[in-house]
């Protein structure tokens, strides 16, 4: 069976020795940058190998790109292999955010590198230390080769949001808080508000109180109310750089609401040009 939007710890507790199964964890904070890395250390599911935001799933930031930019697909490439994903391996990705980090990974493996087999674990570390041990010791990893398929139709530039928000052939959804949408606060960018005609769904809207994700029924309810008559591969998420976003995008698929996009940059990188019309309400 293949598994390509979530898993829940019972089913991955079932498969964890797997051989062709490989798990990353992808904890990180924004106001810490190494205390993933070191939560990973101090304790991890079996077999997880670590994978860094800003090291390993994002570019190098330049005055025209916004906070994580898109990885460079080669080097990323390189990493895969060395962290034991082929293309036949079922990725298994979770962090302690509700998935904030981990749809990340997610969307760069199956949207666009084309690799149908990853899914966030529903619920993170923390359901699965509720019911199964941790580990401090590192896994075996068995280097391999992974060949993507690229899809750059899966994600938007600035330019691309644009032209489609003038000729009105996109819903753009905004991941961020109530607050920093209508730009009553910005706490990490230095601009605040939103690109113009953007909805606000935060992506803390796809779970529940302990940290699952909705179900299937509530999600698409819920994104088919936003987005009204817009067709699903018509809608466009971002958020502050492009990052939770993809929470969006995973809920959205996983409430089989399919062909939404990304747009990578987001507000960080829409900030960078001061032409880009933005609005604060």
């Not at 390993?56 to 697909?73: A, Q």
């Not at 199956?110 to 019911?131: C, E, P, S």
């Not at 029924?217 to 750089?241: M, P, R, W």
């Amino acid at each position: 069976m293949i598994h390509n939007t979530l898993i829940s710890v019972d089913t991955l507790n079932l498969s964890l020795h797997q051989p062709d199964w490989v798990i990353i964890d992808c904890r990180f904070s924004l106001a810490n940058t190494q205390q993933g890395k070191s939560a990973y250390q101090q304790g991890h599911i079996p077999n997880a190998r670590y994978a860094h935001l800003d090291n390993d799933l994002s570019s190098t930031i330049t005055d025209f790109t916004g906070r994580h930019p898109l990885p460079d697909s080669r080097v990323l490439v390189k990493k895969l292999g060395k962290w034991g994903i082929s293309n036949h391996s079922q990725v298994i990705i979770y962090d302690d955010a509700g998935g904030a980090f981990a749809g990340r990974l997610w969307w760069l493996l199956r949207h666009w590198f084309g690799h149908d087999k990853v899914a966030v674990l529903d619920g993170g570390i923390q359901a699965w230390q509720k019911k199964f041990d941790l580990v401090t010791t590192l896994p075996k990893v068995k280097v391999t080769t992974f060949r993507p398929y690229l899809n750059d139709t899966q994600w938007l530039t600035a330019l691309q949001v644009q032209n489609a928000l003038a000729q009105k052939k996109i819903c753009l959804i905004d991941a961020r808080t109530p607050e920093r949408y209508r730009g009553e606060i910005e706490p990490i960018d230095f601009v605040a508000g939103h690109i113009p005609y953007a909805l606000n769904r935060p992506f803390q809207l796809n779970l529940d109180k302990a940290g699952f994700f909705l179900p299937i029924e509530k999600l698409h309810a819920d994104f088919q109310a936003l987005i009204g008559n817009t067709k699903a591969e018509n809608v466009v998420h971002y958020c502050g750089s492009g990052v939770t976003a993809c929470h969006n995008l995973l809920a959205m698929e996983h409430a089989s609401l399919k062909g939404s996009k990304l747009y990578a940059g987001s507000w960080s990188e829409w900030i960078r040009n001061q032409n880009r019309p933005i609005v604060k309400s």
